[in-house]
């Protein structure tokens, strides 16, 4: 069964990095893309950007435009969305979808990772 | 970018009751190659992700218990749960998948008990 297992909540300093992982299993990596989601406290579903596993092309939303960066190990079959100087309105709890590998698909995200905990705070 | 917007924000239905929820997108959202909405529904509880419930607007995944009913077209779109059921409260949230991969979702609706 497909599975999207991500890394551990994170607790972070204004303007500091994060890097949220989220591993597959249950499917071939390289034949999907790889969505990611956030949701701040109370509120609703912000969409972030995409990554291609099979070639790496990325579409980032254009509000994250330069401070967000994802990426993929096909080795490893993990996707990594990196966002840097962070804010206190980043604090949310981060998804990963399972989306298809050539950005134009027209389909949902039927598969979700649990979700990550970020808190950006001094 | 397409936006997506719900209503009502929040809603109480007694149990055994029908629970209508409303979208409505800034642009159609119709894929002319296969004449189907790109349009799902997902339902939230919390501490949990999202989870699909329908797609192309009126199709149901699998699993998912056939009170629950998606329908509309073009702009407006509607989910209907037929019979609310203790385990329905959640955040519903509309999204649109047409500008594919930038993805729009509602602000979500909450369904309570009344």
């Known amino acids: 069964q497909v599975q999207l297992v991500q890394s551990g909540a994170e607790v972070k300093n204004p303007g500091a990095s994060v890097k949220v992982s989220c591993k597959a299993s249950g499917y071939t990596f390289s034949s999907y893309g790889i969505s990611w989601v956030r949701q701040a406290p109370g509120q609703g579903l912000e969409w972030m950007g995409w990554i291609s596993a099979y070639n790496g092309n990325t579409n980032y939303a254009q509000k994250l435009q330069g401070r967000v960066t994802m990426t993929t190990d096909t080795s490893t079959s993990t996707a990594y969305m990196e966002l840097r100087s962070l804010r206190s309105d980043d604090t949310a709890v981060y998804y990963c979808?399972?989306?298809?590998?050539?950005?134009?698909?027209?389909?949902?995200?039927?598969?979700w990772g649990r979700g990550t905990l970020v808190t950006v705070s001094s | 970018d397409i936006v997506m917007t719900q209503s009502p924000d929040s809603l109480a239905v007694s149990l055994g009751e029908r629970a209508t929820i409303n979208c409505k997108s800034s642009q159609s959202v119709l894929y002319s190659s296969n004449n189907k909405n790109c349009l799902a529904w997902y339902q939230q509880k919390p501490g949990q992700p999202p989870k699909l419930l329908i797609y192309?607007?009126?199709t149901r995944e699998s699993g998912v218990p056939d009170r629950f009913s998606g329908s509309g077209s073009g702009t407006d779109f509607t989910l209907t749960i037929s019979s609310l059921q203790a385990e329905d409260v959640a955040v519903y949230y509309c999204q649109q998948y047409y500008s594919t991969p930038l993805y729009t979702f509602g602000q979500g609706t909450k369904l309570e008990i009344k």
């Open positions: 979808a399972r989306d298809c590998t050539g950005g134009v698909c027209y389909n949902p995200l039927w598969y």
């Open positions: 192309w607007a009126s």
